[in-house]
């Protein structure tokens, strides 16, 4: 397996994500707090208009709080589901990560969101399977 740490203040890790996206073949997975990227909105209707299935599960809280993430996902853009945390109604899903192809991971502090590119960092995992790698470097 190898692993690839980005800190935004190195590089856009909006620009890292949207290229792996680019280069999901199949599925794309995620759980996320906060969702408000018209860049990586765009990002994943580009993948699914190539027959890629992009499911998200929201925050609840956040999701009926943002106008902007309310707007990325209208008229069915992509399947979503909304929860909280295992404190029931009320309380957070805080989770921040995304699976690509059932065999790359990408996790961390990194909110989908425009004010995120100043303040958070993500890990990118690439798992090998049968001695070959399951999602192609970008």
Known sequence: MTAEVLFT???SVAGRIEQLIKNTGASF???L????SDRLAH???EAQKRGVRARLVL???KYEESETTRRLL?????AFRLGHGRDGAGSKMHHKF???DDSALLTGSYNWTTESEEQNSFLYFR????GRPCAPDG
């Open 9 to 11: 203040r190195e590089r």
């Open 29 to 31: 997975d995620a759980a």
């Open 33 to 36: 707090y906060r969702f408000t």
């Open 43 to 45: 990002a994943l209707d």
């Open 59 to 61: 925050d609840r809280g």
């Open 74 to 78: 209208a008229a069915g853009r992509f």
């Open 98 to 100: 995304a699976l690509l």
């Open 127 to 130: 798992a090998m399977l049968s």
